[in-house]
């Protein structure tokens, strides 16, 4: 009877080391395709966001294109709406020389007319006066005479009154036609200026025209304003480079820094070096440290961004140990390398690289490529998000320092 429990026991323990030796893999595997899965939608997160960063980094562009095509067309109107104000002045310049000219001719018109009717009262005088004495003519007054010298004088004197009468109708006679002239002169005149004031009415009117399309193209342009800082504030803000990370995985990345740190000490791993830090990669500064406003309001940017191709090497600033190196929040993928500079420790931190050369626990020198330039995480355009941190990384601000006090461009 003990032997058959015995025997049965021994096979129930055989069958149990089989099934756990069975269900160990099968619980690995799991896990293992649960890690993939996750790592499948990081990567699917991942490329979303970037598809996103190009929309919204496109629309930028046109809308910075649409906005500078406006300004063009306000800088044409601005120049139309010049020259014609300068052909109105110009214009309301001769009407006024042209209304001095027509108050000069009515003045001169009017001393003629007064000229004119001066004469036409003599003669109607001198006709009045033929009237009252009868109807005695010229020749009368020559049959008249006494002697001939009379009738010489009498001669001379007809001939006179004759001629003065002749004179005053012939001058009378000029006078109307240069009256006419005159006339005729002033009716061109006003026409000018009537031709003139209808020109200035559509200048007025053209630049009213212009002035309510430089309106509409100002409204527009604030609009087309308004919406490119509206989407520059959207994307700032998604895509600070401010960590948006928990406290406890802050406190986790923490804790790995100062393990990694002692187990190189300990190990002797960590190198001292006395050389300083050197730029970590070749680019374009394109953002400074320190307070900054992006169209939406002051942030301050914890250390400087250098911006080239993806693929750039990015190499360490300075001997030390890898103390980090995987994805981290918006600052995509990242490497943290610990140093030692004359007995002080200090982090210096490398974002949105595209590329991992080296892994925690690695010792570099100098120069040595760790990265590559890229734009993971939450990045407009390729580039390096470099900082500085004196100590260990214990998260963003704690001992971050200016890296131009570092390095040198």
Known sequence: MGNFFKNHFKLFSAIVAVLLFIQIPVTYAASLSELKSKQQQVEQQKKAINSQINQKTNAIKTNESKQQQLLAQIDQLVNQISKTNQEIKQVEKEIAQTNEEITALEEKIAALQKKIDERNALLEERARALQANGSVSFLDVLLGANSFVDFIDRFSAVNTLIEADRQIIREQKEDQRVLEEQKVELENTKQK??????KLKELKANLDAQKQEKNRLIDELEKEQEKLLSEKKLLEKQYS???EISKDLQEQIAELQRQQLSKAQSAGNLPVSNSGFMKPTNGVLTSGYGWR??????????GIDLANSVGTPI?????GVVTYASSLSTYGNVIMITHNLNGQIYTTVY???SAFNVGVGDVVKQGQQIGEMGMTGRATGPHLHFEVHIGTWQGQTAGVQNPLRYISL
């Open 351 to 353: 974002a949105h690289l």
């Open 193 to 198: 200026l009537v031709e003139k004031q209808n």
């Open 241 to 243: 480079e401010y960590l």
């Open 293 to 302: 406003n992006l169209g939406y309001g002051p942030e301050f940017h914890y």
């Open 315 to 319: 190499v360490a600033s300075a001997d």
